[in-house]
């Protein structure tokens, strides 16, 4: 097996099929240590399934899944969990369990997954809360919370498992427009940190402030990839600029 | 007055068998519940097989009547060779029938529940096992509570045919004192009364466990 100790997280030829129609076509992407790569595209491009794929929560048809230079045999269970508890997610729709307050929903894993004790794992959980500015609403249940808050405590559950990689599912597409400033304040201090992500957005303003590559999606196909400047320069005349142009076109109407 | 007077000697008696009535209740909303929800898991979540084998026992279960089942379990008791105890009898068939209607109601609690949960909880690395434990039961259950409130209250008066095979229950014992006194409009108005009066504490029982079950600021549908 060839190692390759760079990349943390590398992705080879994933392909998906469902209902007979090709998802996602031979789909790869590397990512070092400390990288946030931005998956852009239409919706229906690919890029909720690709990372989605990338953690095996739809299973790829085909395809390789490497984590820290070790290939993930995925339809074990046992190696599946233990590569997923190194591999956080963050859901368009938060996901928080209903059932718990902020606190619990932080420290449930760490309990059945880690093994952590019940005071341990609350304290590691108020921990991870302060860090995301929430430390007040510990003991609030997600019902009780707005939406940038939920997303701050998913941001702090997937923390607070200590994930190699944290992927980012559109975090900030289910939100009021005035509360996503907070959500996208956590994940430029995560990227600042040196967090290796992989996030799919449309908030192209902050893909292009922070993203250390711009990927391109279409139809299931990566059809442009490349840093922020290559991708969104004046006249580069890519696709990606072009959908960049398009997004604040519309974003200008609906202000106006 | 005679009837009233026949009524109120025959009380101790047949208040009584609302003991036997509620043991037999309980047990078999007991069973029901320790094998309904590995049953509803199993139906969601299992392989092919399994869920074909849950399916198999449901339809048999909601599809022959009770009185048929009292008879059928009485025979297959005493071709067994087990003790061919009315009570025993009545609460096995009693719980293998609420069984198999308990298991559809957290079937569809748990199917009512966002795919999002499980999947979250999956992320995290925790196994299928540890989040139906942890994540889906304790959301699907609380949802359960209004369709069970209504199981127990079906179950409570189905456990009067259970008088068939010689349980010593309500209507058992009303009827014993009635085909005696002959006073059956007054002696079934009270065993009727006893049954509701039952009905309402369950069922009152039940509310307060909603209500101390409900997550703050959670609500579903029209609250």
């Known amino acids: ?256 | 007055m005679d009837s009233l007077i026949t009524v109120w000697n025959a009380l101790p008696f047949i208040v009584g068998g609302s003991l036997v009535t509620i043991a037999t209740v309980c047990i078999a909303l007991g069973m029901g519940l320790v094998f309904g929800v590995p049953l509803a898991v199993g139906q969601v979540y299992g392989s092919p097989v399994v869920q074909r084998l849950v399916g198999l026992y449901v339809w048999f279960f909601r599809g022959v009547p009770i009185l048929v089942l009292l008879f059928l379990f009485f025979g297959l008791f005493v071709g067994l060779g087990l003790p061919v105890e009315p009570f025993l009898v009545s609460c096995v068939v009693l719980g293998l029938t609420s069984t198999a209607y308990q298991s559809q109601i957290f079937r569809g609690a748990i199917q009512s529940l966002p795919q999002g949960q499980l999947k979250a909880a999956r992320a995290l690395g925790m196994s299928d096992g540890a989040a139906i434990r942890s994540i889906i039961l304790p959301q699907a259950l609380r949802l359960s509570i209004p369709g069970w409130a209504n199981e127990f209250s079906i179950l409570l008066k189905d456990s009067a045919i259970c008088y068939v095979l010689g349980t010593q229950e309500i209507m058992a014992r009303t009827n014993f004192v009635a085909a005696r006194t002959h006073e059956h409009l007054a002696l079934f108005a009270a065993a009727g009364l006893l049954y509701c009066l039952i009905t309402m504490v369950g069922l009152y029982l039940l509310r307060r466990l909603e209500n101390k079950t409900h997550i703050p600021g959670y609500s579903t549908g029209m609250n």
């Open chain 1, 1 to 256: 097996m060839m190692q390759n100790t760079e990349n943390v997280l590398r992705i080879h030829e994933i392909s998906k099929n469902l209902g007979g129609k090709a998802i996602l076509k031979s789909c790869s992407l590397d990512v070092a240590r400390g990288e946030l790569k931005v998956l852009i595209g239409p919706s229906g491009a690919g890029k909720s399934t690709l990372l989605q794929c990338i953690n095996c929560l739809i299973q790829p048809d085909s395809g390789e899944i490497w984590l820290n230079g070790q290939q993930l045999r995925r339809h074990d269970k046992k190696e599946l969990c233990a590569f997923r508890t190194q591999v956080g997610m963050i859901f368009q729709d938060f996901n928080l369990f209903d059932h718990l307050t902020a606190e619990a929903n932080v420290a449930v894993a760490l309990r059945k997954v880690k093994g952590m004790n019940r005071h341990d794992a609350l304290q590691r959980a108020r921990e991870e809360l302060g860090r995301v500015g929430l430390a007040r609403r510990a003991a609030l249940y997600p019902a009780q919370l707005s939406g940038g808050q939920k997303q701050r405590v998913a941001i702090a559950r997937a923390l607070a498992m200590d994930p190699t990689v944290i992927l980012l599912d559109e975090p900030t597409s289910a939100l009021d427009p005035e509360l996503v400033g907070e959500v996208l304040a956590v994940i430029r201090d995560l990227a600042r940190g040196g967090m290796t992500m992989v996030m799919a957005t449309h908030q192209m303003d902050f893909a292009r402030a922070l993203a250390t590559e711009i990927l391109f999606m279409e139809q299931g196909v990566i059809i442009e990839r490349g840093t922020p400047d290559a991708l969104l320069a004046a006249g580069a005349g890519t696709r990606t600029q072009a959908f960049f142009t398009r997004l604040q076109d519309m974003g200008d109407e609906s202000a106006s």
